[in-house]
């Protein structure tokens, strides 16, 4: 482990302050290749500054206690009490049960029919309101006793959950049955689809190549029978017009677009240099009854 890290993001607004964090909200997202966290205050209904980091090789859940505290080293504040704490767990270890299906007394067997056993991790649960589904997912023990050990406030989500819920809040009503969102990290890809305003589809996808990652997307848009020419694709994550997986989205789909800021939202200067659609699931988790 080394002395100190550094964020390659780290911008923060003017009027931020060390003693107000009671009064502003903090939510960080964490997987395996990185983190990132904002801070926001809800008396202006403004997002006040972000912070992001890259490792250099993949961690393991044992490592982020040690990797909390070198950014508290860092920034003082950083563990703070706050209004209130989202931590959203990024990994591929999760589940959707329908809700008339899902009995949490099942939780284990629901898992365990989907994903291999996890030494020293916990199984818990989120409730997704908006799309009448449960998540069940696998939580490392050390990340979990961390953040509540920072944090005892805090609300810890899966990713996809509060991907899948922000999309249901913000995009219900507005999109038709050719779109399709793509939610892209380092080494895999979630793929949410909209049925006639319903969730239809959810899948996350492992890849290597630009290649693998080319065949994932088309053989779920097969699945789900529609057409490369016509479906409209909505990007997030860690994409832009750079990436190899964008050129070989440009290459094979017509029709895409980089998704939208939420306009429900205001947001510093100190963040007009952001991309925001990478970090859209982390903004918009505010607006997630999780």
């Not at 589940?95 to 365990?112: C, E, H, Q, V, W």
């Not at 239809?200 to 699945?223: G, V």
């Not at 490369?228 to 860690?238: A, K, R, S, T």
């Not at 947001?267 to 918009?284: E, F, G, P, R």
Request: charged fraction near 20%.
């Amino acid at each position: 482990m080394p002395l100190s890290i550094k964020p390659y993001i780290s911008h923060l607004d003017k009027s931020f302050k060390e003693s107000h964090t009671r009064s502003y909200i903090m939510a960080m997202q964490l997987n395996m290749h990185g983190l990132a966290f904002f801070i926001f205050n809800p008396e202006k209904n403004k997002f006040l500054g972000l912070e992001a980091y890259r490792f250099d090789e993949t961690k393991r859940a044992e490592d982020f206690p040690g990797i909390f505290d070198l950014i508290l080293n860092r920034q003082g504040w950083f563990a703070y009490p706050y209004l209130e704490f989202y931590f959203l767990n990024q990994n591929n270890f999760s589940t959707l049960i329908p809700a008339p299906l899902f009995d949490k007394k099942n939780k284990n067997l629901y898992l365990g029919f989907n994903q291999p056993f996890q030494e020293n991790h916990r199984i818990v649960f989120d409730q997704l309101k908006n799309t009448e589904t449960a998540n069940v997912y696998y939580l490392a023990n050390p990340i979990a006793e961390k953040v509540k050990e920072f944090w005892p406030n805090a609300h810890i989500i899966h990713y996809s959950s509060a991907l899948i819920e922000s999309l249901s809040v913000n995009f219900k009503n507005k999109t038709d049955n050719n779109s399709l969102f793509i939610d892209l990290h380092q080494d895999n890809f979630d793929l949410v689809y909209f049925k006639e305003n319903r969730l239809f589809y959810y899948n996350n996808f492992h890849f290597h190549t630009k290649e693998d990652f080319i065949y994932f997307l088309l053989s779920a848009i097969e699945q789900l029978m529609l057409n490369p020419e016509d479906v409209h694709l909505i990007l997030m994550g860690e994409i832009d017009k750079s990436t190899p997986e964008y050129q070989m989205i440009y290459q094979y789909i017509r029709h895409s677009e980089f998704i939208e800021k939420n306009k429900n939202f205001h947001y510093s200067y100190v963040l007009d240099d952001v991309m925001h659609h990478k970090y859209y699931t982390l903004y918009n988790v505010l607006q997630c009854e999780l």
